[in-house]
């Protein structure tokens, strides 16, 4: 199972990005799909999840800012980030809670992190 994300890149403050992430390989069924976040010197934080009937959940930070979505038939989730500040600026990590068999149980997979910087 690979997740890959892609989507990252160098904006002004105010401006938006929007990433994108795909998992593929041996996929029975995919649980919760979420971003993340890792700024230099600093802990990776939550940003976003979805679940798979498309409940949502935010950081107080980016909440009315970022908006989260999920595309079950291509096995996607996305990011959309508008009105960056520079303290978004963070590698920013995808996560899906995954099922490779029926019998198999959840396991977390993380994707490859994409490059966000926002200047100002």
């Known amino acids: 199972v690979q997740l890959q994300a892609s989507g990252g890149g160098l904006v002004q403050a105010g401006g938006s990005l929007r990433l994108s992430c795909a998992a593929s390989?041996?996929?029975?069924?995919?649980?919760?799909m979420g971003w993340y976040r890792q700024a230099p010197g600093k802990q990776r934080e939550l940003v976003a999840t979805?679940?798979?009937?498309?409940?949502?959940n935010y950081a107080d930070s980016v909440k009315g800012r970022f908006t989260i979505s999920r595309d079950n038939a291509k096995n996607t989730v996305y990011l959309q980030m508008n009105s960056l500040k520079p303290e978004d600026t963070a590698v920013y990590y995808c996560?899906?809670?995954?099922?490779?068999?029926?019998?198999?149980?959840?396991?977390?997979?993380w994707g490859q992190g994409t490059q966000v910087t926002v200047s100002s």
């Open positions: 979805i679940t798979s009937g498309g409940s949502r």
């Open positions: 996560n899906a809670d995954l099922v490779t068999a029926s019998w198999a149980p959840p396991y977390d997979y």
């Open positions: 390989g041996s996929i029975f069924s995919i649980n919760d």
